[in-house]
C-alpha cells in the first residue's frame, strides 16, 4: 500500500512538471503572453494573424490574477522562481531595472543586434522616443557599464494639465479677447484653484468641497512633476545616491501642502475624490473638478463620454523663476514594455512575438481595431500613446491632423503632446524603484498632513525636508545593500535537506520499529497498517512538503539576505538587529495592538447576541442564521461592501449621520456648544477609511458587525450550562445580574479564554482588511504587521528580513498565548475540576 501511494504520488508529480513544461502543442510551440488584455480585445486578432504568419507558434494568452504586477508581484516572482514563467510579458516599463537588477529579465540586446535589417518586422530603436528606451534599460548604478535593453517599449503616457474651459470663463479667469487663460506658473495655479473651488457652505472648508478648482495629486501627477519643475531629482546621475530630501523636492512638496492647506487640508480633498467615480461621472466630465494634471490618454475617457467638451490640454504650470530662467515646460511619462523573463522556455518565439506588436503592421491592428470598435460605438477615436515616436506621429497626422470631424479641443491636445515630448522625463532606472516609489508617496503623505510640523518646531528644522528625508533613509539603505553586498557566502542547502530528511524519516523508522515489537502483542496486520497509513498519506505528505519543510528553511532564510531570484546569502543575525533600528516595524507593531481593542468589544457584542438568541421561541432559527450570515461573507466581498458604506461623501453610514445631525435636538445641541464656543459650530463627518484617526476604528466597526461568528460559541457554552445552576440561585434569591455575574460568567470562563487567545492570534494575523481597503494608509495609519511582512517579501524582494519578522510574530504569537494560559489558572472555571 505505502509503495502504490509512494508511485501515486510520483506520477501525479511527474504529470504536473510535464504539464507545465511542455513547450509543444498540435506540434507546435506554446509562446505564453501575460498581460496581452491590456492592450484591448484587438491583440486576439493581432496573435491570430501573428500565428498564421508563423504557424510553427501557438499563442496562449493569459495573466497573472494580480492588481498590479509590479506593486502585487508576488505570482509572476514565483513564476519566474519556479521556472514556469510566462514567455512574454507586458510589464510597467519603471520597474524592468529592478526585475533586471536581480536576473530576472532577459538581456534583449543580442536579439536585437541579430535582426536581419531587411526584416519588415524589425525592432528599430531609433524610431522610438529616448525616454522610453532608457527607461527599458538597466546597467547596475555607478559601474559606467553600457545600459543592456531589458524589454521592448510600447506605450508612452505623458502628463499634462486639463482645463474645464467653460468654467474658466464663468469665473472670468480669460484674455483680453474672452478666452480662457490656463495658468502657467505655480503662483497663478494657486489662484486659480482657490477661485474655481466652491464648498458645501461658502467660505467654510470644513464643509465638503462641492466643486474643486485644482488639488496637486488629483488625476496622475504625484511629486515627481513637481520636483522636476522646480529642477529636482530623486537620485545623483550614477544613481549612487537618493537624493528625496533635495531642496527642489522640498520646495515642491511644500507648494503641493500649500495648495491643500488652501482647501481645507488634504483630507478634504481626499473625501471629495472618494466620492468621485469613473467614465461620464468622472468629475471633470461632469464639472466637478475644474482643473487636473492627468495621462494624455484622458482624452480618451473624455472621447467616450463628453466629445463636445470644451476643455483645453496645457503644460503644467511651472515655478516662475524657472521660466524666467528660460527652461521649457516639461512633463514625465510611465508606460509599459513587452519583456522575456529569463528563465522562458521560448525565448525566440516569444522574440518574434514581440517584434510582430511592435511593428507597424501589429500596430496597425491593435490601432484600426480600436478605431472600428468606437465607431461601431459611436463614439470618437483618437489614438492611443505610442512609444514608437515614428507610428505615433503618423497616427497623429493620420487620424487627428486629417480627421476634419474631430473637435479643435482634441488637435489642440495633440498638438501640446508634441510639443512636450522632447522634454519628458522618467522615473529613476534603479534596483529599488518600488521602493523608491513607496516611499516618495509616503513622503509627500507625510508633508501634506503635516506629520513633522512639531517636531520640526522643537528641532528647528524644516518639516518638509524632514519628510523626505526620514523616508529616504530606507531607500538608500536598501540601494547600498545592493551595491554592498555582504561577503559572497552563499548557503549550501544540501546539509539542511540532509538533516530535513533524517527528521521526516525518524518518526517512520519509530514507526516501523513499534510495529515490529508489538505486532504480536496487539495483533496489528500488515494489511490494516497499510491502509492506514494509505489513508494518512495525503495529509502527511502535505505537511512534509507544505508545512514542515517552509517552517524549517523560513528559519535559515531569516540568517539571510535572499530576494527568491538571487542564491541566499548568510547575513549572520543582521536581520534581527535591524529590525530593532526599523521605525516601521514599531508603527506595524502599534497599528495591530491597537486593533486588540476589537477583542472584546466583539466578545461582548456576539456573547450579547447569544444571549438574546439562546431560547426557544418562533422562528430563533431564522434569527440564528442571520446574525451568523456577516461571518460567512468572503472577506473580500464584505471589505468592498464596507468602502462603500464608510465613503465619506456618499456612503449609507455618514448619510444616515447627515440625517441625525439634520435632528431638532442635534440642531439645538449644535446651538448650545456653539453658544459656549463663542463661535459657529457643526457636527463634522468623519472621513473613516481616508482619516489616519478613524482609519482603525473603521476596520473596528467593520468587526463588530462580523460579531455573529463568535455567537455560535457562546451558544455552545450558554446552552452547556445546567439550568439548576440558575433555579438554585434563583432560589437563593439571585437577581438576573447576579446570576449572570456568578453563574453565566464563571461557567462561560472556559470560552472566554479560547475566544482571547483565537482572537489574538488573529489580530496579530490582520492582513486582508488593510491590503483591499486602505493599501496600508492613510499616514501608515493600517500599516499592520502582517501586512508589512508581505510588502517586505513580495513588493520589496527582502524575503530574509521578512522571514525573520514572521518569526518575531511567532514568538510574540506564543508568548501572549502561552501567557494566557497561565493566568487562565486562575479565573477559568473547569467544571469537571
Not at 205 to 225: C, E, H, M, Q
Request: aromatic share 14%; with cysteine; proline share 6%.
Amino acid at each position: 500500500m505505502l509503495i502504490l501511494a509512494a508511485l501515486s504520488v510520483v506520477g501525479l508529480g511527474y504529470w504536473t512538471y510535464s504539464s507545465t513544461h511542455d513547450q509543444v502543442q498540435d506540434g507546435r510551440q506554446t509562446i505564453v503572453f501575460w498581460g496581452g488584455n491590456f492592450l484591448g480585445d484587438e491583440i486576439y486578432a493581432l496573435v491570430h494573424r501573428f500565428e498564421e504568419k508563423n504557424p510553427q507558434y501557438k499563442v496562449i494568452m493569459s495573466q497573472s490574477v494580480a492588481r498590479d504586477l509590479v506593486g502585487d508581484a508576488q505570482r509572476l516572482m514565483c513564476a519566474i522562481a519556479g521556472d514556469v514563467p510566462p514567455d512574454v510579458v507586458f510589464f510597467d516599463r519603471f520597474a524592468i531595472g529592478e526585475w533586471a537588477a536581480r536576473g530576472a529579465m532577459t538581456d534583449l540586446d543580442p536579439f536585437i543586434a541579430r535582426q536581419d535589417p531587411k526584416d519588415p518586422y524589425r525592432v528599430d530603436l531609433s524610431e522610438y522616443y529616448d525616454f522610453t528606451v532608457k527607461e527599458a534599460s538597466y546597467a547596475p548604478p555607478g559601474s559606467g557599464e553600457k545600459a543592456h535593453l531589458y524589454g521592448v517599449p510600447i506605450t508612452a503616457d505623458s502628463r499634462e494639465l486639463f482645463v474645464n474651459c467653460d468654467l474658466l470663463r464663468q469665473a472670468g479667469l480669460v484674455d483680453e479677447r474672452g478666452n480662457p487663460k490656463p495658468p502657467k506658473t505655480w503662483d497663478e495655479l494657486r489662484e486659480y484653484e482657490k477661485k474655481l473651488t466652491i464648498f458645501n457652505r461658502p467660505g467654510d472648508k470644513t464643509s465638503g468641497i462641492k466643486r474643486l478648482g485644482f488639488a496637486p495629486n488629483t488625476g496622475n501627477s504625484y511629486l515627481y512633476i513637481y520636483s522636476w519643475q522646480a529642477g529636482g531629482e530623486f537620485m545623483n546621475p550614477d544613481r549612487t545616491k537618493v537624493t528625496l530630501d533635495a531642496p527642489p523636492n522640498v520646495r515642491a512638496l511644500k507648494f503641493m501642502t500649500e495648495c491643500y492647506d488652501d482647501l481645507g487640508g488634504v483630507a478634504q480633498v481626499d473625501a471629495f475624490q472618494a466620492n468621485q467615480q469613473a467614465g461620464d461621472l468622472d468629475p471633470f466630465l461632469r464639472g466637478d473638478l475644474a482643473m487636473e494634471i492627468n495621462v494624455a490618454g484622458f482624452m480618451e475617457t473624455i472621447a467616450d463620454w463628453k466629445p463636445e467638451m470644451d476643455f483645453m490640454m496645457v503644460p503644467a504650470p511651472m515655478p516662475a523663476d524657472q521660466l524666467a530662467a528660460g527652461k521649457p515646460p516639461i512633463t514625465w511619462a510611465g508606460g509599459h514594455s513587452l519583456v522575456i523573463p529569463q528563465t522562458a522556455k521560448q525565448k525566440e518565439g516569444a522574440f518574434k512575438l514581440i517584434q510582430y506588436i511592435c511593428s507597424e503592421e501589429g500596430e496597425r491592428i491593435l490601432e484600426q481595431g480600436r478605431h472600428d470598435t468606437k465607431s461601431a460605438e459611436g463614439r470618437l477615436y483618437v489614438p492611443r500613446g505610442l512609444a514608437n515616436r515614428k507610428l505615433y506621429e503618423a497616427f497623429i497626422k493620420e487620424y487627428v491632423d486629417a480627421n476634419p470631424t474631430l473637435p479643435p479641443a482634441f488637435k489642440q491636445a495633440f498638438a501640446t503632446i508634441r510639443e512636450l515630448m522632447p522634454h519628458t522625463l522618467i522615473r529613476p532606472v534603479t534596483p529599488v524603484g518600488q521602493l523608491l516609489w513607496n516611499k516618495h508617496m509616503r513622503a509627500y503623505e507625510a508633508g501634506v498632513n503635516h506629520e513633522y510640523a512639531d517636531e520640526a518646531k522643537k528641532t528647528g528644522q524644516d518639516e518638509y525636508k524632514l519628510a523626505l528625508a526620514k523616508n529616504q533613509v530606507e531607500v538608500q539603505e536598501g540601494l547600498d545593500e545592493i551595491l554592498h553586498p555582504p561577503p559572497s557566502s552563499p548557503v549550501n542547502w544540501t546539509p539542511y535537506f540532509v538533516i530535513y530528511g533524517a527528521l521526516v524519516a525518524l518518526p517512520f523508522v519509530a514507526l516501523v520499529i513499534a510495529y515490529r515489537k508489538r505486532k504480536r502483542e496487539y495483533g496489528y496486520r500488515a494489511r490494516e497498517v497499510g491502509a492506514a497509513m494509505l489513508f494518512l498519506s495525503p495529509w502527511t505528505i502535505g505537511f512534509i512538503a507544505f508545512v514542515g519543510g517552509p517552517i524549517l528553511f523560513s528559519i535559515i532564510f531569516s540568517f539571510t539576505r535572499y530576494d527568491i531570484l538571487s542564491p541566499a546569502r548568510y547575513v549572520g543575525g543582521g536581520n534581527y538587529t535591524r529590525v530593532a533600528t526599523d521605525p516601521n516595524f514599531y508603527v506595524s507593531l502599534i497599528n495591530t495592538a491597537y486593533m486588540i481593542i476589537a477583542i472584546p468589544i466583539t466578545m461582548a457584542i456576539s456573547l450579547a447576541i447569544a444571549l438574546l438568541l439562546n431560547r426557544e421561541i418562533r422562528g430563533i432559527g431564522f434569527y440564528r442564521a442571520a446574525f451568523y450570515m456577516p461571518a460567512i461573507v468572503p472577506l473580500v466581498v464584505a471589505s468592498l461592501m464596507w468602502i462603500w458604506l464608510l465613503n465619506p461623501s456618499y456612503g449609507l453610514i455618514n448619510g444616515a449621520l447627515i440625517w441625525l445631525y439634520d435632528t431638532t435636538v442635534m440642531q439645538w445641541l449644535a446651538e448650545m456648544i456653539s453658544k459656549m464656543l463663542g463661535h459657529p459650530f457643526h457636527f463634522g463627518l468623519p472621513l473613516w477609511l481616508q482619516s489616519e484617526n478613524w482609519s482603525k476604528p473603521s476596520l473596528i466597526l467593520m468587526k463588530i458587525w462580523a460579531a455573529g461568528g463568535g455567537m455560535i460559541i457562546w451558544l455552545a457554552g450558554l446552552q452547556s450550562i445546567p439550568q439548576e445552576m440558575y433555579e438554585a440561585a434563583k432560589v437563593d434569591g439571585a437577581s438576573s445580574w447576579q446570576r449572570f455575574k456568578n453563574v453565566t460568567i464563571p461557567l462561560l470562563s472556559p470560552y472566554i479564554l479560547f475566544n482571547i487567545i483565537i482572537g489574538l492570534i488573529g489580530t496579530m494575523q490582520i492582513f486582508a482588511e488593510s491590503y483591499i481597503m486602505t493599501a496600508g494608509g492613510p499616514k501608515d495609519s493600517t500599516l499592520f504587521y502582517a501586512y508589512y511582512l508581505f510588502q517586505q517579501a513580495f513588493q520589496f524582494f527582502r524575503m530574509g528580513y521578512a522571514s525573520a519578522l514572521a518569526w518575531i510574530l511567532f514568538i510574540v504569537v506564543l508568548v501572549l498565548t502561552l501567557t494566557q494560559l497561565w493566568l487562565s489558572k486562575k479565573w477559568v472555571y473547569y467544571e469537571q475540576g
